[in-house]
């Protein structure tokens, strides 16, 4: 059973670009969070999608949008990239069934803008 | 207002040492869970433990114990004779289960145990 993958591991891209980065949750599962780690920090909230919508947003600029496919994967894409954004970002994947929705995470991918 | 406080940044000890992490949270929700995820230099953060908000019992798991208080909205991770593997950065998080079903993070406590 393939846990939470993400691509790329790592990118590089310099000031202004545009950038997409991919998230297939665990089997079984119809949510996606995104979270973005700044080095020495703890991860923050950047939203979460559940059928195909985004359920629910934290504190981050438009530049930063997403998608969710029928598949259930999910793509995070940051537009006209600052320096601040460069960080760990982290997809963590859900089931909405029950109560309690335990978030499994991905192993992240490394952005550095330079 | 909804936050996780680890106010130690860093932390080093010898090798078969104990090792407290501290984690204090503040929320005015009453269903919550708390969870304590390890993060290796590989970036991947693993599920350590969860303990929903109307169970304060203690729990111990091996080498690791944690110590729920909600009088005190601390829950207290305890690693005991800590071993090299155990050099990680630790991040205690909350989970609110009303409105976004998100985790809230603290800011990390970078353990180092030296042999």
Redesign the interface.
Same mark, same amino acid.
């Given at each position: 059973d393939a846990g939470v993958t993400q691509s790329p591991t790592h990118l590089i891209k310099t000031r202004g670009q545009q950038v997409t980065l991919r998230c297939s949750p665990k089997s079984g599962h119809d949510?996606v969070?995104w979270?973005q780690q700044a080095l020495?920090?703890?991860? #923050? @909230?950047i939203f #979460?999608y559940y059928e195909e919508e985004e359920r #629910?947003r934290?504190n981050f600029p438009d530049r930063f949008s997403g998608h969710q496919f029928p598949n259930y994967s999910s793509e995070l894409n940051v537009n006209a990239l600052l320096l601040g954004d460069s960080a760990?970002y982290?997809c963590?994947s859900?089931s909405a069934v029950g109560?309690?929705?335990?978030? @499994? @995470?991905?192993?992240?991918t490394?952005l550095t803008v330079l | 207002a909804q936050k996780?406080t680890?106010a130690q940044t860093e932390i080093s000890v010898v090798e078969k040492e104990d090792v407290t992490l501290d984690c204090v949270y503040e929320t005015r929700d009453t269903t919550y869970?708390l969870f304590w995820?390890k993060q290796p230099p590989?970036?991947?953060?693993v !599920?350590l433990i969860?303990r929903?908000s109307f169970d304060e019992q203690n729990e111990i798991s091996g080498r690791y114990s944690w110590n729920f208080q909600k009088s005190t909205s601390s829950f207290n991770f305890t690693i005991t004779a800590s071993q090299v593997v155990d050099s990680a950065v630790y991040?205690c =998080?909350l989970?609110f289960?009303q409105? =976004?079903?998100?985790?809230? !993070?603290?800011?990390?406590t970078r353990l180092t145990i030296n042999p």
């Open positions: 949510t969070s979270y020495g920090q703890g991860p #923050q @909230f #979460q #629910q934290g760990l982290l963590a859900s109560s309690y929705n335990e978030q @499994f @995470f991905g192993p992240g490394r | 996780v680890q869970y995820y590989s970036g991947e953060l !599920f969860r929903n991040f =998080a989970y289960l409105g =976004a079903q998100k985790l809230v !993070f603290g800011q990390g």
